[in-house]
């Protein structure tokens, strides 16, 4: 754990968008020396733990309810990575729980009865297990699922930056923080994730976000080649813009940021619907070539033969990326005709092309959750984030211009603000072939 800190003079928005290498943070000019009692700044659950013990997290979570994030997640630490009681379990013990919301079918009384658990009325409870203090050594916020409202450009409002400040009310209070993992975008808008970032930094609390996507199984198992230029990468998405657009956005940005010099940020961006979506692939907006290949790696169901895609898919939805380097990145939604995550890249200077599709299990134990869970152990286990929080910033802010344009009726944006620009040595790994899907109704 680490005390918290404060900057001497708050940092620009040029200082918070260059960023170096992975596990870097922006330093810290004063610490809370003299507003909190040295005991206080000292204590350490970590330091208390018997020999053996698993370091203990509180889970904050809009709701959770059968098949849920909180329970694809959470659920691992209490039934073991298959959810069902057997094999290897994380190595981290749930201590608390908060959950903003209880629908009817909600399980996670239920959980707590069986497995002790504390269930929380506040986040700050959840935090302190009632002493007054930070007492849990990390945090899963996991704000996915629920009834909440809808954004003007269709993004659901999950209260992430709301229940982020109540960590750090805590956190704050407390003169130290610990390492916090926030489930999938950082938030739904531009202003809400910035701020967190730059919280997070500002008190070099150890952060790490992000959905499962980017420690999926590849079908073939591929990769962006580390320090190579790239051209061009088209990728085939499905469903909502919003919850699966991310994911699509994500996918890319693990390919990408593997490019020479790494992250450079992105420039501009553009959405576009319809017939525009057709116009723009024959006026070269993206290579038709690389859509091709990238549908060829469709594996549950492939493109029926001899089907037009443009029969298929009604209502195409298109994400135009332009990085500052130069590289142009496109992501189609294709509803009717692809239900999986595709991608395909160029390299500049030559033909040669890579793609692969990125795989989830559809059927319960969801074992690509298990990855992602691993990387939330490592980071809590070793206190330094297992991939960059800036990939999710980045995506965070794409995603939010991107449905801004489609709000704009296709409108191109300038994004200065994304003028992210980061390094990371983090690798993707093929998983282990999963276990047999089970029925996703079994509980």
């Known amino acids: 754990m680490r005390p918290v800190g404060i900057r001497s003079e708050s940092p620009s928005v040029r200082d ?19 507003t909190l009692p040295s005991s206080a700044r000292a204590a350490d659950p970590a330091g208390e733990r018997p020999n053996g013990a698993l370091p ?30 057997q094999g290897e379990f994380p190595k981290l013990k749930l201590a608390s729980l908060y959950t903003d919301q ?8 239920r959980l707590a009865a069986e497995h002790g658990f504390r269930v929380s009325e506040t986040v700050a409870d959840a935090l302190t297990l009632g002493t007054g203090r930070l007492a849990v050594e990390g945090v899963l916020l996991i704000a996915e699922h629920g009834e909440y409202p809808k954004s003007q450009t269709g993004q659901t409002v999950y209260p992430k930056r709301r229940l ?52 999926l199984w590849r079908y073939p198992p591929a990769d962006v080649r580390r320090g190579e230029k790239l051209k061009e990468v088209v990728a085939v998405s499905y469903h909502t813009l919003d919850a699966y657009g991310f994911h699509a956005l994500e996918m890319v940005q693990t390919l990408v940021e593997r490019r ?9 961006v553009r959405t576009l619907t319809g017939e525009d979506v057709w116009k723009a692939g024959e006026q070269g907006v993206f ?6 290949e990238a549908l060829t790696r469709l594996k549950e169901r492939p493109l029926p033969a001899g089907r037009r895609l443009k029969d298929l898919v009604p209502n195409p939805e298109l994400f135009v990326i332009d990085y500052r380097d130069g590289l142009r990145a496109s992501v189609l939604t294709l509803n009717g005709a692809v239900a999986e995550w595709a991608v395909a890249w160029r390299y500049a200077g030559s033909d040669e092309t890579g793609s692969t599709l990125f795989w989830t299990q559809e059927a319960r134990p969801f074992m690509h959750f298990t990855y992602l869970v691993k990387g939330i152990e490592q980071m809590i286990h070793t206190d330094r984030p297992t991939w960059p929080v800036e990939r999710t910033l980045l995506t965070s802010g ?7 344009s489609k709000h704009r009726g296709g409108e191109p944006l300038d994004t200065p603000h994304l003028g992210i620009a980061y390094q990371t040595d983090w690798t993707w790994q093929q998983p282990p072939a999963p276990p047999p899907g089970r029925p996703i109704s079994e509980q």
């Open 16 to 34: 918070l968008q260059v960023r170096s290498r992975l596990g870097v943070r922006l330093s810290l000019a004063l610490i809370l020396a003299g």
């Open 56 to 85: 203990t997290v509180a889970a904050i979570v809009t709701e959770y309810r059968h098949n849920s994030h909180a329970d694809v997640i959470v659920s691992r630490l209490l039934q073991g990575h298959t959810l069902d009681g």
């Open 102 to 109: 209880v629908p009817r079918n909600d399980t996670s009384r």
């Open 164 to 215: 982020f400040e109540e960590i750090v009310k805590v956190f704050r209070a407390s003169g130290r923080v610990v390492p916090v993992f926030c489930d999938k975008h950082l938030a739904d808008n531009w202003k809400d994730a910035n701020w967190i970032d730059t919280t997070a930094r500002e008190l070099e609390i150890p952060m790490m976000a992000g959905s499962s996507l980017p420690v």
């Open 260 to 268: 020479e010099g790494g992250e450079t940020g992105v420039k501009s």
């Open 287 to 292: 290579d038709r070539r690389l859509l091709d």
């Open 398 to 404: 794409t995603l939010d211009a991107l449905l801004i």
